[in-house]
């Protein structure tokens, strides 16, 4: 049981966390490049899930929308959601400040050998600035996975819901609890170990960034 | 009906157009208040070597990026050949892609080797298949002496060996002109050296370029026309002999006296 709730946190983590990295990468591009409207736009989305509290967002998209849309959408799928949503928030702002801080050179040495824009993002900036990007990343993966417990609120069985049934089942409270956070305290440091062995296996040679 | 207007074009007045690989007409640059580049007409012919000089804030940066096209000009018109760049609707990517350019403050990619820095062009842009790419960049890093260097990245090099990559990057592309901006200033006078002889190389080799540079034996010695800007505009122009020797304008006399002076100081 707690296995699958265990299995269930990392599903939900892992699917916001990258699923997020990608929309972010498109809104923060979309916020550099794209002009005014999409910028604007691309504001009140982060605004939005930056400055509304993640169980609102949760209680938003599990009762509201589905009504809205007429249709069923169970608990699992809100989670998913709710946590790509909320993580692209975050994540374009990170990628945004390592997007502006390779420098306008790098942009204008890309134009002056005939490459598009586009071209010079894709292979020129966005490199870079992925690299710069992965220790503040690293924030966002650690506050997320905690964030997961507050999807109890809508029922998903996560490690924290799994815990709070058996707490309830067996009264060993202390116990039960700490296991469970000595379980995300283990999945959280294994994954920042291999951010960090990451980041320093794809740093630039000669150069140390400071983000 | 491309082909038809390019030889219509081709001749006029029994002179080869052609052979006029950029030039610009009445070129304007103005930020705001201030007057960058002002109405400044020239052209570089094939093979050409033209040197411009002037006092910092002169302009000449400027003027380079306009006619490579990395700023837009205010007024006037740039042309590539018989294409005019300043119209709307050119394709400016494909128009870069022929004009080389070599920064002063260098700007390799720092995320790229030597030879990666100077094959995304070949690979992304000419499209080269990447064998081949490797091979025209290795070439091109032969030509500037880095291909022992090629695996190097930027922040592992000199600054004279990181400019002889930027030379690299802009000659892999066989541009049809090569804009250099001040391509020594930021090196101290001991790298300065292996990238002038670089750069000497290339004149031999009859590259048509445009440079900005204060390097006063190397413009005597390649150029063949120089141009003084000051205040945006040029003020005297004309083979580098008459710069040495006597010079019409008060302007140009008095700088070029400074330069030669401190040339001898080193």
């Known amino acids: 049981m707690i296995f699958k709730g265990f299995i269930l946190t990392v599903q939900v983590t892992l699917f916001g966390v990258i699923i997020g990295l990608v929309l972010g990468i498109l809104l923060a591009i979309g916020d550099l490049y794209g002009g005014k409207i999409p910028s604007t736009i691309i504001k009140f989305y982060v605004e939005f899930f930056r400055g509304s509290p993640l169980i609102v967002q949760l209680f938003i998209f599990y009762f509201s929308i589905p009504t809205m849309l007429n249709m069923l959408i169970d608990k699992f799928t809100v989670a998913l959601i709710v946590f790509a949503l909320n993580s692209a928030a975050y994540q374009k702002g990170y990628i945004k400040g390592a997007m502006e801080s390779v420098y306008e050179d790098q942009m204008t040495a890309s134009l002056s050998l005939g490459l598009s824009k586009a071209q010079a993002i894709r292979y020129v900036v966005l490199p870079q600035a992925l690299r710069i990007v992965i220790p503040p990343w690293s924030n966002e993966f650690c506050s997320l996975t905690k964030s997961t417990s507050a999807l109890l609120v809508i029922g998903v069985m996560d490690l924290t819901n799994v815990g709070k049934t058996i707490a309830a089942w067996t009264w060993r409270v202390l116990e039960t609890y700490a296991f469970i956070a000595l379980i995300y305290l283990l999945w959280i440091s294994v994954v920042l170990k291999i951010l960090d062995i990451l980041y320093n296996k794809v740093k630039i040679p000669g150069i140390e960034i400071t983000a | ?266």
Not at chain 2, 134 to 161: I, T
């Open chain 2, 1 to 266: 009906m491309g082909k038809q207007k390019k030889e219509a074009v081709g001749t006029v007045g029994g002179r080869r157009i052609a052979d006029i690989v950029m030039k610009c007409r009445n070129l304007w640059k103005i930020y705001g208040k201030i007057v960058a580049v002002k109405d400044v007409s020239l052209e570089i012919k094939e093979g050409d070597i033209k040197l411009i000089f002037g006092p910092s804030g002169s302009g000449k940066s400027t003027l380079a990026r306009c006619l490579a096209m990395l700023t837009t000009p205010t007024k006037g018109d740039v042309f590539l050949r018989e294409e005019c760049l300043t119209k709307p609707g050119v394709a400016l990517n494909k128009a870069r892609a022929r004009i080389g350019f070599v920064f002063q403050h260098i700007w390799l990619f720092h995320h790229l080797t030597g030879l990666g820095n100077v094959e995304l062009g070949l690979r992304r842009v000419l499209k080269l298949p990447k064998k081949e790419a490797r091979e025209r960049a290795m070439q091109a890093l032969r030509e500037v002496k880095m291909e022992e260097w090629a695996n190097k990245y930027p922040a592992q090099l000199s600054g004279g060996q990181q400019q002889r990559v930027g030379i690299a990057r802009a000659l892999a592309m066989s541009p049809e002109i090569i804009l250099l901006d001040e391509p020594t200033s930021s090196l101290d006078p001991e790298l300065t050296g292996e990238v002038i002889d670089t750069l000497r190389d290339l004149a031999k080799k009859g590259s048509t370029m445009l440079v900005i540079s204060h390097e006063m034996p190397f413009a005597r010695e390649v150029a063949d026309e120089m141009m003084f800007l000051d205040e945006g505009t040029i003020v005297e122009r004309g083979p580098p002999e008459r710069f040495f020797t006597k010079p019409s304008s008060e302007r140009a006399r008095r700088f070029m006296a400074r330069l030669i002076k401190r040339t001898r100081g080193k």
